[in-house]
């Protein structure tokens, strides 16, 4: 570990440019991917800033991971689907479920009705 702790770090962040602030009072951080979340619940979250970025460092004790029985689909691949079948979003985002994410399959079902 470094000499002087704390203070010598934060002088050093400052000459980089980076602020760090601890945010008080989190009670929960969700991360959601296609497939699952993880939620962590009482974390502790470190915001360091740079000029145009922000690095959120999360730490906890535990968490818990949540597959997801739905599929998350982007915004893109249901306006793909929807532009190449020639349906609304709703109905690009139905095929996209029933079709489980495949996006051939879905602008299949939707074109040899």
Do not use: C, H, W
Request: charged residues 35%; hydrophobic residues 40%; proline residues 2%.
């Amino acid at each position: 570990m470094m000499r002087g702790g704390n203070r010598e770090m934060r002088r050093m962040m400052d000459k980089m440019g980076l602020d760090m602030n601890e945010l008080s009072n989190v009670q929960e951080v969700i991360i959601k991917t296609d497939k699952k979340e993880i939620i962590i619940a009482k974390p502790s979250v470190t915001e360091m800033k740079a000029k145009d970025n922000s690095i959120f460092t999360v730490t906890a004790d535990s968490y818990e991971e949540k597959e997801l029985e739905v599929p998350i689909f982007s915004e893109e691949d249901i306006q793909l689907v929807s532009l190449q079948s020639g349906v609304d979003e709703e109905k690009a985002r139905i095929a996209l479920e029933e079709a489980k994410g495949d996006l051939a399959q879905a602008i299949l079902s939707l074109t040899s009705a």
